[in-house]
């Protein structure tokens, strides 16, 4: 196929215009409600028993932050009026560690994740003092109280054994007591996106959406009429999963080899995870690079997305380091478009779906509304951020006003934190 040829197919292939983007957040709506109402539906919508901050909450609180990555720790202190600082943090990555176990591999049971985290939470705690702790566990889970959440299944291709099914606080409580931290009480578990919308609420009181945009792909909301309970309550959409969307052939070759095909739609064509080995995919057909399956990063499409060189050095340089490939300068210009469409496409869907949500809370738009997003494709992703509030103004015009997109840094774990005060109040 001649270059033309092949890129303009591809780019029709990716390009969501502004009827499909309105057609998404259309379904999105409906799909919510459906949820909501207890029929079929691809979004979980998740009771999650937390509300919004008020702001006042106060106190020295650790938290623990675990997502697929890494897994963090940290010690916030909040003061009250949306103010907090971090005292102490530290971040362990979960795979990788020479000499260490793959915490995120099958060969791994329940018992070393979890050890593995206490022990990470026992360094930071210290000996002579008492503490309370919110845990971030961003997966889908069935919340039966505030501190009582059972993985319904893993996501993110994380496949550690014996923990889906399983009350991940019980987990956690028995491995602190294992490893002898008896000073930590876990208060509240919650997911990351319910994280990032209380640190945001904690401040800014029109927050009401809460998502993420880095390894994975998620969104919550504030629910002003729950199915269960009379109180607002923030739904946790499990949106990664919605599925109304139009696939082409390389989501279908991804899914196909992944660990759970059929399911995190979205996720599969949005989130970090999976980005680079859709590119890997494409530009496998189109362009010789032997890269085995998911040797491209998000890391390498924002590399090349960034190279500004007339002669694209720097992609070239990192294609000759990493995978000991020669290419040419036609090669790296086909791969820094095709990413360029893939995360185009990314961001276009993500603010799609959050047109679904704002539309399913104020249909006629008549009051401000804050989305609060964290997550290493919307902080680093060049040009992620932009393309997302265009679409978000391509589809609702002069209503884009009433809508801001905040980066909450750090949110999933200093809304753990913010979460225990939540739930430590008398
Ligand atoms: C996956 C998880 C979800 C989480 C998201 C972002 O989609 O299923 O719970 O919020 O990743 O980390």
């Known amino acids: 196929m001649g270059e033309n040829t092949w890129l303009y197919t591809l780019s029709q292939q990716l390009t969501i215009n502004k009827v499909e983007l309105t057609t998404i957040a259309n379904d999105f709506r409906k799909e919510m409600q459906n949820g909501l109402e207890g029929k079929a539906s691809s979004l979980k919508m998740l009771p999650t028993h937390l509300g919004r901050p008020t702001g006042s909450e106060r106190g020295a609180f650790l938290a623990v932050d675990f997502g697929g990555t890494n897994v963090r720790v940290l010690a916030a202190e909040l003061a009250g009026e949306g103010q907090y600082t971090i005292k102490h943090q530290l971040s362990v990555p979960l795979t990788g560690g020479a000499g260490t176990p793959d915490y995120t591999a099958h060969t791994t049971n329940a018992d070393t994740l979890f050890d593995f985290l206490a022990n990470q939470i026992g360094q930071l705690a210290s000996p002579s003092l008492k503490y309370r702790l919110g845990h971030t566990f961003s997966f889908p889970c069935r919340q039966t109280s505030v501190n009582h959440s059972i993985l319904l299944h893993w996501t993110k291709e994380i496949a550690t054994s014996g923990v889906e099914g399983q009350d991940v606080g019980c987990l956690l409580d028995k491995a602190l007591l294992r490893q002898g931290v008896t000073n930590v009480k876990p208060v509240v578990i919650l997911n990351d996106t319910v994280g990032t919308l209380i640190t945001s609420a904690y401040a800014d009181n029109a927050t009401d959406i ?214 430590a109040k008398p």
């Open 210 to 423: 809460g998502s993420i945009c880095g390894t994975g792909h998620n969104t919550c909301y504030l629910e002003p009429l729950p199915p269960l309970g009379n109180k607002p309550m923030i739904i946790n959409m499990e949106s990664g999963n919605f599925d109304l969307l139009p696939l082409t052939r390389y989501d279908l070759l991804l899914d196909a080899d992944s660990q759970r095909p059929g399911e995190q739609r979205l996720e599969k064509m949005v989130s970090g995870r999976y980005i680079g080995e859709l590119v890997r995919l494409i530009a496998q057909e189109v362009i010789n690079i032997p890269i085995l399956p998911y040797g491209l990063k998000s890391e390498d499409i924002s590399l090349f997305l960034a190279d500004t060189t007339p002669d694209l050095t720097k992609i070239e340089h990192l294609l000759a380091e990493k995978f000991n490939c020669a290419t040419t300068h036609l090669n790296r210009a086909n791969l820094q478009t095709l990413s360029r469409l893939v995360v185009h496409r990314s961001a276009r869907l993500a603010a799609a779906t959050y047109v679904g949500v704002l539309w399913h809370l104020d249909m006629k738009m008549q009051h401000n509304h804050t989305i609060a997003i964290d997550g290493s494709l919307y902080e680093k992703m060049p040009g992620y951020a932009g393309h997302l509030q265009d679409a978000l103004v391509e589809v609702t015009g002069s209503d884009a006003a009433k809508i801001h997109v905040r980066l909450i840094k750090d949110g999933s774990g200093i809304g753990a934190a913010i979460a225990a005060a939540i739930a």
